[in-house]
């Protein structure tokens, strides 16, 4: 799954903290950041800052009822 374009990324993240289970960004390179980590929020932030970064990136929920708290903001 992907973002969706014109995310509010507080809002996103405001659902992610009330999943249960880990909510992953997986960038094109690999890297992976645990969404439900505090340290790995800030470095989101700067990468959210990056468009092309952002649309090339995929998001895993480690919990099937995760998706459905942050569907809104999935394609």
Request: proline fraction near 1%; glycine fraction near 4%; charged fraction near 25%.
């Given at each position: 799954?992907?973002?969706?374009?014109?995310?509010?990324?507080?809002?996103?993240?405001?659902?992610?903290?009330?999943?249960?289970?880990?909510?992953?960004?997986?960038?094109?390179?690999?890297?992976?950041?645990?969404?439900?980590?505090?340290?790995s929020?800030?470095?989101?932030?700067m990468i959210?800052?990056?468009?092309?970064?952002?649309?090339?990136?995929?998001?895993?929920?480690?919990?099937?009822?995760?998706?459905?708290?942050?569907?809104?903001?999935?394609?």
């Open positions: 799954m992907h973002l969706k374009n014109g995310v509010n990324f507080s809002d996103f993240l405001r659902s992610v903290k009330e999943c249960e289970g880990d909510i992953l960004f997986m960038t094109e390179e690999g890297d992976v950041l645990n969404l439900k980590s505090e340290l929020k800030y470095v989101f932030a959210a800052q990056n468009p092309a970064l952002i649309a090339h990136a995929t998001i895993t929920c480690k919990v099937s009822d995760d998706q459905k708290r942050i569907q809104a903001f999935l394609t």
